[in-house]
């Protein structure tokens, strides 16, 4: 398929953003795995990686609406990864202000659990774009 400029602005844009999601949301993850607590920083960053998480979805989505290019996997992931990464924030929000102490060192086993998760849909993006230059 060829993508007329719109759409490669879109895309551009799209790639950006999803991927400053993963580098923000695994910045705050391994951090924290490596810190062994979770610290108010790492809370700033899984709550950036949610945003731009958000918004590159957002823009992906309307790609999909102008080529007329939908995976019905890559949605229902993608929408799962946002939902788990939600939770993640708000949970860590949550054990940050008011967990205990030993809540804030073992928080990051949920941390790599919704990481892995959210790798998911990341992947199947790479891979359904690289797949469109065939």
């Known amino acids: 398929m060829i993508f007329n400029q719109v759409d490669t602005h879109f895309l551009i844009a ?9 580098v923000f949301y695994s910045i705050g993850v391994w ?12 809370v700033g960053f899984f709550l950036a990686g ?5 918004l590159g979805t957002g823009l992906m989505e309307h790609i999909a609406h ?8 890559h949605t229902i992931t993608g929408i799962i990864a946002i939902l788990l990464m939600f939770v ?22 949920f941390s790599i659990i919704v990481w892995c998760i959210w790798l998911i849909p990341y992947c199947i993006g790479i891979y359904l774009g690289m797949s469109l230059g065939k």
Do not use: P
């Open 88 to 109: 993640h924030a708000i949970w860590a929000l949550w054990t940050y202000y008011k967990g205990s102490l030993k809540a804030r060192e073992h928080f990051n086993r």
């Open 14 to 22: 799209a790639i950006i953003v999803i991927s400053s999601a993963l």
């Open 50 to 54: 949610l945003c731009a998480d958000t």
């Open 66 to 73: 102008l080529t007329h290019l939908h995976d019905r996997i």
């Open 31 to 42: 951090s924290e795995r490596i810190q062994k607590e979770l610290k108010g920083w790492h």
